[in-house]
Each structure stands twice: as C-alpha cells, then as structure tokens.
C-alpha cells in the first residue's frame, strides 16, 4: 500500500520533521532529488486555484516528473465512473495523484483503491500541505520554541481543521477565536485535545485567542462552495477581523499568516497584510518547496 497524504495526521511526528528536513534542504538548493524522474503525476482541481496548481505543477517539474492537469469538467469524479475506478485506471498511468475537491470522503477513497500516493490539495474538510508549509514558514522566523503559541481568527474551516490536525501529532498552543455556529469540526477538535503536549482553546473571544500568540492567523470567511454564503458568514464573523488593534494584543514580535487568497478590507486589513509582521508571501512561496518534500517523501516511504 503507498503512503499517501490525506490529512495531516497520516504522519507521525518524526515524519512531520523528516518532510520538514528535506523541505529546508531543498530550499537552500543542498539536494535536488528527481523522484519523478520519467513518471506523470495526475493533478485533479474540481475546485479553483492559484497557488495550489502552479505550485504543484512547478515542484512536479522540479522533481523530474510531468504534470497531467484534469479537471471535473473531464473527469467527474464518482459521477461518470465510481471513484475507486477513477483511482484504479489513473495509477495505471501516473506516478502519483494530487487532488483538490469537495469531499473528504472522495480523497480517502482514491486512497484506499490507488496503488499510487494520493496528495489531498484541499477539500473542505482539511488542507494538509497548506499548514504544513505554513509550519516551515513559522519555524523560519520564529526563535525556536517547545510549542508556538497560534491564533486562528476567523472561520473554523479547512485550514483551522488542518491546524488542530497537526497539534494532535506536535506541540502546539492552539486557540481558534470564532462565533458560536463557525466552529472547526468537532472530531478533530478532539483528537487535538488528546494530544497531551497541546494545549487547544475555542473560544468567541478574539483578544482572548490571539492573547501573547507568535502567529495570528486568517483566512476567507467563506471558503469555496460557500461564496453564496459570504454576506451571512460575514455579518457572524466582522468582529473577528485581523486588524491593527487586534494585533496590540498579540506577543510584540507575532508573524501575521494567510493561506490566501485574501478578501482584503474583511477577514484582513491592508495594513496588516502589508505591514512588517506580515509573512503572508513567504508562505505562498514555501507551499513549492513543502510540496516538493512531502512528493519526495511519500516516493521513498
Ligand atoms: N492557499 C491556496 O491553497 O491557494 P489556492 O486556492 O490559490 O491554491
Ligand atoms: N478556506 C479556503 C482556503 C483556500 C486556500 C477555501 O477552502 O476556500
């Protein structure tokens, strides 16, 4: 059975290290692996994107591989044939299958009938490569620390969830600072607790959550698939705005972080995605080189 990456916490903790080991080596140009070499990677969108596709397909490149790009328009997923016989006939063709869609379910299934590694690109559940470069960016201009202390301001969506997920397998002091009906999912919510190195706080307090925090985090208040959603998410959500003054609250040196895209002026002002404590670019950079090391990764495990 191939190793695949269908939420966070198919790692462990040394294996979250070992990607963001080969992840800095990579960067810094010390190794160059080509895993890829002579093989295609099919990289499925039923979901828009920027980073996620560009990103995917250049590290592809950058590994030695060729990128095939499908989207659901060709392929419709658990539609036109079942999704484990999509998973069947593509790993007969390709090296390695990245997707990016709605269902969770969709992902893990792909996962369980393909004798090649499925990457999750996103699904509106988790987005594990998002927060496992946004790890690396913190780590590279944070003072190290046992445990960082990050707040995540806005919707208990996708990158929320996927946070919780990594503080199930590694220490962290994560606080989601979020409206009664916005919550992150309940599950993963407990899973994270019963990690005994993390300490886990939800609370509709936005000072509270971003209290002394190194990373204030944002992002959409409503995500894709909910765009129709936007004006009633906001009305819930407007008090959970990354600004300047909720930034007073934050510890002095906080990195401010974005999966992005933005919708500047709502859950961010530009103030603060400009200003100096904002990592926001570095972060859209790091998702080639953690792609590339989690791609590596899963080749060689
Ligand atoms: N952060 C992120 O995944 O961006 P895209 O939706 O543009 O891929
Ligand atoms: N929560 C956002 C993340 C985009 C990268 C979404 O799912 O649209």
């Known amino acids: 059975m191939p190793r695949s990456l269908c939420r966070i916490s198919d790692l462990s903790a040394d294996e979250v290290h070992e990607v963001f080991d080969l992840c800095a080596r990579m960067k810094k140009k010390e190794i160059a ?59 007969r063709y390709v090296g390695m299958i990245m997707i990016r869609t709605f269902k ?39 003072p190290p620390s046992d445990r960082f202390k990050v707040a995540y301001v806005g919707d208990g969506n996708n990158v929320a969830n996927s946070w919780l997920n990594l503080a199930s397998i590694i220490p962290l002091d994560f606080r989601v600072g979020t409206a009664a009906d916005t919550q992150p999912d309940p599950e993963i919510v407990a899973r994270a607790n019963a990690n005994p190195e993390s300490r886990i706080l939800i609370t509709d307090d936005p000072v509270e959550a971003v209290a002394d925090a190194d990373v204030v985090y944002t992002d959409v208040w409503a995500s894709m698939g909910q765009k129709h959603l936007a004006e009633e998410k906001a009305a819930k959500l407007s008090k959970y705005q990354v600004n300047g003054s909720l930034m007073k609250a934050a510890a002095p040196n ?48």
């Open 33 to 91: 692996p080509r895993p890829l070499e002579g093989k295609s990677v099919a990289c499925v969108f039923t979901k828009e994107s920027l980073r996620t596709r560009v990103s995917f397909e250049v590290g592809i490149a950058e590994l030695g591989g060729h990128p095939v790009y499908i989207t659901d328009r060709e392929i419709k997923l658990g539609e036109r044939e079942s999704v484990a016989d999509a998973a069947r006939v593509l790993s």
């Open 104 to 142: 969770q379910s969709d992902v893990e299934e792909l996962a369980r009938y393909a004798s090649v590694p499925i990457v999750n690109g996103l699904t509106d559940l988790v987005h594990p490569c998002q927060i496992l470069g946004d790890y690396f960016t913190a780590l590279e201009h944070l």
């Open 254 to 301: 906080a990195i401010v972080m974005h999966c992005l895209p933005a919708e500047r002026g709502r859950e961010i002002t530009d103030d603060v995605m400009d200003g100096p404590q904002s990592v926001v670019f570095d972060e859209a950079e790091n998702r080639l080189h953690i792609q590339k090391a989690i791609m590596a990764f899963l080749l060689s495990h």
